[in-house]
């Protein structure tokens, strides 16, 4: 598959990979994807690494047109995909040929849907990602949305496209994002500048997902907290999934475009684990803080990490490269 055609962009699609994370420091935001886990195993999927460049989907899909024959998998949030008008499954490889088209319609479950293609979105790395961020100007497309018109490239495909197709998620390992599940968070580090009600109230809930949320942070609506003194902090390290509380008392959960430094009071830190199901709750959706303590955050992103790692195996992937 040489290029892609993007006939129409859909809301917000965007090319994006696993983030910058070695810039930080100097203040650049990660970006990347929202859901990691469901670009990942598209990736895997297609036969790339999990890394290589793929597209994000927000909530209504792009129509594609394929210039020549290849490999795609789609996976995430249910945008009911079709190809050539026919529906097709999700968390599957998918052969496509050159003429063929891609395109979107009701989102049924989630927000966010990964399509991948083998060989992966060739387009330039800037620093050392291809990951858009928009407020940036950095990565993907020129530092934007996919437009109409745009050709996104294709890389070469290290395998036979006959080898992946057909190949998909067994059901046990798909994420489900219909289902009702509390999201777990490291408590702190500054529980203690709330009251004790306060950290009661966050915890019991619930808090709905409000309309001021995007890839930068999601804004939530629920019980107010009260600070014992101020929201106010000498600023200090974010990063996605932490939760902050400003002088509102409303939380706000930072997501992949989020900054590096902030001064408003942190209730905690989602785990990595349960962030791609945030990624997944759209305006109106209802969330449910959970608390947990390290050594379970970490065993339940060691049982992830074993999952994502067995799905190489099972498809006699490449050795797999640690982000």
Avoid at 130 to 151: K, N, P, Q
Wanted: aromatic share 8%; hydrophobic share 35%; net charge positive.
């Amino acid at each position: 598959m040489e290029y892609v055609t993007v006939k129409k962009p859909g809301m917000l699609t965007t090319v994006q990979d696993l983030g910058r994370h070695a810039y930080r420091a100097f203040g650049v935001s990660t970006s990347g994807a929202m859901d990691p886990l469901s670009f990942k195993m598209a990736n895997i999927l297609v036969g790339n690494d999990e890394n290589q460049a793929a597209l994000e989907v927000t909530l209504i899909g792009p129509r594609l047109q394929f210039n020549a024959s290849g490999v795609i998998a789609i996976t995430g949030g249910n945008l009911s995909p079709t190809l050539n008008g026919s529906k097709v499954s999700m968390w599957k490889a998918l052969r496509v040929e050159k003429g063929d088209e891609l395109n979107f319609g009701k989102c049924t479950d989630g927000i966010r849907a990964y399509i991948a293609f083998a060989g992966g979105i060739d387009v330039p790395k800037v620093m050392g990602s291809r990951s858009t961020y928009i407020r940036g100007h950095d990565g993907g497309m020129e530092g934007r949305a996919v437009a109409g018109g745009d050709l996104l490239p294709i890389g070469k495909s290290l395998f036979d496209f006959r080898d992946l197709s057909g190949r998909s998620i067994r059901t046990q390992d798909i994420p489900t994002f219909k289902e009702k599940r509390s999201i777990r968070f490291i408590l702190g580090p500054h529980d203690r500048e709330f009251t004790e009600s306060s950290l009661q109230a966050f915890m019991k809930g619930p808090y709905t997902v409000s309309n001021e949320s995007d890839r930068m942070g999601y804004r939530m609506q629920g019980p107010q907290l009260q600070h014992l003194s101020s929201a106010d902090i000498a600023s200090d390290f974010i990063t996605p999934g932490t939760i902050q509380v400003p002088g509102s008392g409303q939380p706000i959960i930072h997501m992949s475009d989020c900054g590096t430094s902030g001064g408003y009071t942190k209730m905690g830190v989602i785990i990595g684990v349960d962030l791609p199901y945030v990624a997944q709750k759209k305006p109106g959706d209802v969330i449910h803080f959970q608390p947990i303590d390290v050594k379970s955050a970490q065993m339940a992103w060691k049982k992830q990490e074993q999952l994502i790692a067995d799905l190489y195996l099972t498809n006699k992937l490449l050795p797999r490269k640690v982000i």
